[in-house]
Protein backbone atom coordinates (compact mmCIF):
# COMPACT_ATOMS: atom_id res chain seq x y z
CA UNK A 1 0.00 0.00 0.00
CA UNK A 2 1.37 3.89 -1.10
CA UNK A 3 1.62 5.83 2.17
CA UNK A 4 1.50 9.54 1.49
CA UNK A 5 2.32 12.30 4.05
CA UNK A 6 2.70 15.79 3.21
CA UNK A 7 5.23 18.22 4.99
CA UNK A 8 4.58 21.75 5.68
CA UNK A 9 4.62 24.84 8.77
CA UNK A 10 2.11 24.15 11.38
CA UNK A 11 0.32 27.06 9.70
CA UNK A 12 -2.96 27.62 7.56
CA UNK A 13 -1.83 28.33 3.69
CA UNK A 14 -1.17 26.19 0.55
CA UNK A 15 -1.35 22.91 2.66
CA UNK A 16 -3.47 23.31 4.99
CA UNK A 17 -4.99 19.84 5.34
CA UNK A 18 -1.93 18.12 6.40
CA UNK A 19 -0.94 15.17 8.30
CA UNK A 20 2.75 16.52 9.52
CA UNK A 21 3.10 20.26 10.73
CA UNK A 22 6.10 21.77 12.12
CA UNK A 23 7.03 25.17 14.03
CA UNK A 24 8.79 27.82 12.39
CA UNK A 25 11.39 27.89 15.23
CA UNK A 26 12.12 24.07 13.98
CA UNK A 27 12.41 25.07 10.50
CA UNK A 28 16.63 26.00 10.35
CA UNK A 29 17.77 22.49 11.78
CA UNK A 30 15.07 20.22 9.43
CA UNK A 31 15.47 22.41 6.24
CA UNK A 32 18.36 20.92 5.00
CA UNK A 33 15.74 17.60 5.24
CA UNK A 34 13.79 18.73 2.02
CA UNK A 35 14.28 18.56 -1.22
CA UNK A 36 14.97 22.47 -2.79
CA UNK A 37 15.32 22.86 1.32
CA UNK A 38 11.12 23.78 0.86
CA UNK A 39 7.83 22.97 1.77
CA UNK A 40 5.60 21.85 0.86
CA UNK A 41 6.71 18.46 0.38
CA UNK A 42 4.67 15.15 -0.26
CA UNK A 43 6.15 12.02 0.27
CA UNK A 44 5.42 8.79 -1.12
CA UNK A 45 6.61 5.65 -0.67
CA UNK A 46 9.65 7.51 1.33
CA UNK A 47 10.29 9.76 -2.33
CA UNK A 48 9.79 13.37 -2.33
CA UNK A 49 8.16 15.78 -4.16
CA UNK A 50 7.79 19.29 -3.92
CA UNK A 51 6.18 22.41 -5.17
CA UNK A 52 2.35 22.89 -4.75
CA UNK A 53 1.56 22.10 -8.41
CA UNK A 54 3.59 19.50 -8.79
CA UNK A 55 2.02 18.29 -5.78
CA UNK A 56 -1.35 18.47 -7.10
CA UNK A 57 -0.87 17.40 -10.62
CA UNK A 58 0.14 14.21 -9.35
CA UNK A 59 -2.47 13.37 -6.80
CA UNK A 60 -5.06 14.50 -9.34
CA UNK A 61 -3.34 12.06 -11.72
CA UNK A 62 -2.67 9.15 -9.09
CA UNK A 63 -6.67 9.65 -8.19
CA UNK A 64 -8.12 10.20 -11.58
CA UNK A 65 -8.95 13.96 -10.59
CA UNK A 66 -7.13 15.24 -13.71
CA UNK A 67 -9.42 15.55 -16.10
CA UNK A 68 -10.32 12.69 -18.98
CA UNK A 69 -9.65 14.40 -22.16
CA UNK A 70 -7.80 17.73 -23.02
CA UNK A 71 -10.54 19.77 -21.95
CA UNK A 72 -10.55 18.95 -18.39
CA UNK A 73 -6.97 18.40 -18.31
CA UNK A 74 -6.72 21.91 -18.62
CA UNK A 75 -9.52 22.82 -16.39
CA UNK A 76 -7.30 21.20 -14.01
CA UNK A 77 -4.65 23.01 -14.67
CA UNK A 78 -6.20 26.09 -14.91
CA UNK A 79 -7.19 25.64 -11.36
CA UNK A 80 -2.88 24.86 -10.32
CA UNK A 81 -2.04 28.18 -12.07
CA UNK A 82 -4.66 30.09 -10.29
CA UNK A 83 -3.44 28.40 -6.40
CA UNK A 84 0.16 29.50 -8.11
CA UNK A 85 -1.04 33.45 -9.12
CA UNK A 86 -2.72 33.84 -5.78
CA UNK A 87 0.17 32.63 -3.70
CA UNK A 88 2.43 34.92 -5.52
CA UNK A 89 0.06 37.91 -4.56
CA UNK A 90 0.03 36.91 -1.10
CA UNK A 91 3.58 35.98 -0.79
CA UNK A 92 5.20 39.40 0.54
CA UNK A 93 2.68 39.48 3.57
CA UNK A 94 2.60 35.96 4.39
CA UNK A 95 6.55 36.27 4.25
CA UNK A 96 6.73 39.78 6.74
CA UNK A 97 4.14 37.70 8.96
CA UNK A 98 6.62 34.83 9.41
CA UNK A 99 9.38 37.33 9.63
CA UNK A 100 11.17 35.64 6.51
CA UNK A 101 11.75 39.29 5.67
CA UNK A 102 11.02 42.94 7.02
CA UNK A 103 7.77 44.15 5.37
CA UNK A 104 3.80 45.33 5.79
CA UNK A 105 1.84 42.18 7.30
CA UNK A 106 -1.42 43.53 6.44
CA UNK A 107 -2.42 43.17 2.59
CA UNK A 108 -4.22 46.58 2.60
CA UNK A 109 -5.16 46.65 -1.51
CA UNK A 110 -7.29 44.00 -1.86
CA UNK A 111 -7.02 44.28 -5.71
CA UNK A 112 -3.36 42.96 -5.85
CA UNK A 113 -3.99 40.80 -2.75
CA UNK A 114 -6.86 38.88 -4.50
Not at 41 to 53: F, I, M, N, R, S
Not at 81 to 90: C, K
Request: include cysteine.
Amino acid sequence: MVKYKLHYFDVAGRAEPIHFRFKKEDWPTIKSNYIFGQVPVLEVDGKQLAQCGAIMQFLGKRFDLAGKNEWEEAKAMEIIFLNDEMGYAVEPYIDAMFGFHEGNVVCSNTDKCL
